[in-house]
């Protein structure tokens, strides 16, 4: 069976400072990893996968995640954040041939000014 | 175009009463799935639809939890007996299938279930 571990429940963070996002995964088989975001009021949204291939994927607005198969770890970066990034942010795993994700707890994203 | 729906949004009810929640897919997905959210346990997921069939129904907690969908389309989630810890958002997600687990899944915006 599959989990995902999001080791940070929240993360305070001024805007314009650079953020990571924590997320490890366990699976003896290989897996597709996910970052689906969940703003205020408003349903869960892709944001980013990793199916195969480059190990490094990028978001549309400027999040991006490494996948490090050693380190089983799918860790969400931004650069620079926003005020508008302030959401919840989920990590998932769903097994080729399996359609279900297993998600991770959730890290909340606060950025202030 | 129109994204996931589901109704209601919220719904309360009193404890020992049925429920039904619906979800209305992305038209052309093939694929839904339901999952609950909750302050306990977090995400999880329910059940799988392909069609019609429900080839995954792993995470149905218990025997008063029940699913089906019609016409490749709406699908309802009925909860007999409510219990207090049946209390979550109940989100439904479409995707276009059946090219497996590396579909997006877009999620609806949940029925927000409270059992007093």
């Known amino acids: 069976a599959q989990s995902v571990t999001q080791l940070d429940s929240q993360v305070p963070v001024f805007e314009e400072a650079p953020v990571e996002l924590r997320c490890n995964y366990s699976s003896s088989v290989s897996v597709y990893l996910f970052w689906y975001v969940q703003y205020p009021n408003q349903g869960l949204q892709l944001l980013l996968k990793y199916l195969s291939g480059s190990t490094l994927v990028e978001s549309i607005n400027g999040f991006e995640a490494e996948f490090n198969k050693s380190q089983t770890s799918f860790h969400l970066r931004k650069p620079s954040v926003h005020i508008s990034d302030t959401a919840e942010y989920f990590c998932?795993?769903?097994?080729?041939?399996?359609?279900?994700?297993?998600f991770g707890t959730g890290t909340r994203l606060l950025v202030s000014p | 175009g129109a994204g996931v729906s589901q109704s209601p949004s919220n719904k309360v009810t009193e404890k020992g009463k049925d429920v039904e929640l619906r979800c209305d897919p992305i038209?052309?997905?093939?694929?839904l799935y339901w999952y609950r959210q909750s302050l306990g346990q977090g995400l999880e997921f329910l059940i799988y639809?392909?069609?019609?069939?429900?080839?995954?129904k792993s995470g149905l907690p218990s025997d008063r939890f029940s699913a089906e969908r019609t016409g490749g389309s709406v699908s309802t989630l009925t909860i007999q007996r409510t219990q207090q810890e049946d209390s979550a958002v109940y989100l439904c997600a479409s995707s276009l299938g059946p090219s497996g687990s590396a579909d997006t899944q877009y999620f609806g915006p949940g029925t927000r279930l409270t059992v007093l």
């Open positions: 038209s052309g997905h093939t694929a």
């Open positions: 998932a795993v769903s097994r080729p041939g399996f359609q279900k994700l297993v």
């Open positions: 639809f392909q069609g019609n069939s429900a080839p995954d």
